[in-house]
């Protein structure tokens, strides 16, 4: 069984420009989790869905990020514009089911760097 | 709101020692707790979780967790510990009735010869 599959593994940019991440989660997992995972820290939720619906979406910061899950399915974070403090690992996870009980499967990872 | 403190930023121990990283949450509801491994340039890999039931958890590469609910403790351990232990190491927790998993800042564990 394939994993939670994250593009691209490692992106750098100049400030003030967009950049999007990608997310294909494991196949029949509804919920999906974006999270933020500065240096030295753990992971912080961006944003989660259920199917399509974005249920959790209270820590994204909604002046420059984005997200969709347009079919339930895969799912993109879009960053515009990007500033430095955004350097940083983004990662994706899924889980099947509902309620609390269910393991979050996480992917590698996008390493973003602003310079 | 939930949260999880992990006291110990980094262990370092010697290889075939035992170890103990301790972790502590914050929640007013009961909660499932999780133990997470991550490798450099790696995502999060599960080590072991907590539902229900026993309060000892046995998880992957020999480590455990025991669930102590008076102390809102769950502490990983393991008896000996080898070089490709060395990883970084979060606690989670998630109430029984949300989705939302919060993890402490982690615990970097040095293995030396």
């Known amino acids: 069984e394939a994993g939670v599959v994250q593009s691209p593994r490692y992106k750098i940019i100049e400030k003030k420009q967009p950049v999007a991440f990608w997310c294909n989660p494991i196949s029949g997992h509804n919920t999906l989790y974006w999270y933020l995972q500065n240096l030295g820290q753990g992971p912080e939720l961006l944003i989660r869905y259920e199917n399509e619906e974005a249920v959790d979406d209270s820590q994204l910061p909604k002046d420059r990020f984005s997200a969709e899950r347009l079919k339930g399915v895969d799912s993109t974070l879009k960053i515009q514009p990007a500033e430095l403090g955004d350097s940083a690992v983004y990662l994706c996870?899924?889980?099947?089911?509902?309620?609390?009980?269910?393991?979050?499967?996480f992917g590698q990872g996008t390493r973003l760097t602003v310079v | 709101a939930q949260s999880v403190t992990q006291l110990d930023s980094q262990v370092p121990v010697f290889e075939e020692a035992p170890v103990e990283l301790r972790c502590n949450y914050s929640s007013s509801v009961s909660v499932y707790l999780f133990w997470y491994v991550q490798y450099p340039n790696q995502g999060l890999q599960l080590l072991l979780k907590?539902?229900?039931?026993?309060?000892l958890v046995k998880g992957i590469n020999g480590f455990e967790a025991e669930f102590n609910k008076s102390q809102t403790s769950f502490h990983l351990r393991k008896p000996s510990v080898h070089i490709s232990d060395t990883a970084e190491y979060f606690c989670a927790v998630r109430d029984t009735g949300f989705q939302k998993l919060v993890f402490g800042t982690g615990t970097r564990l040095l293995v030396s010869p």
């Open positions: 996870a899924s889980s099947s089911g509902t309620g609390g009980r269910t393991e979050a499967f």
């Open positions: 907590y539902l229900s039931g026993s309060t």
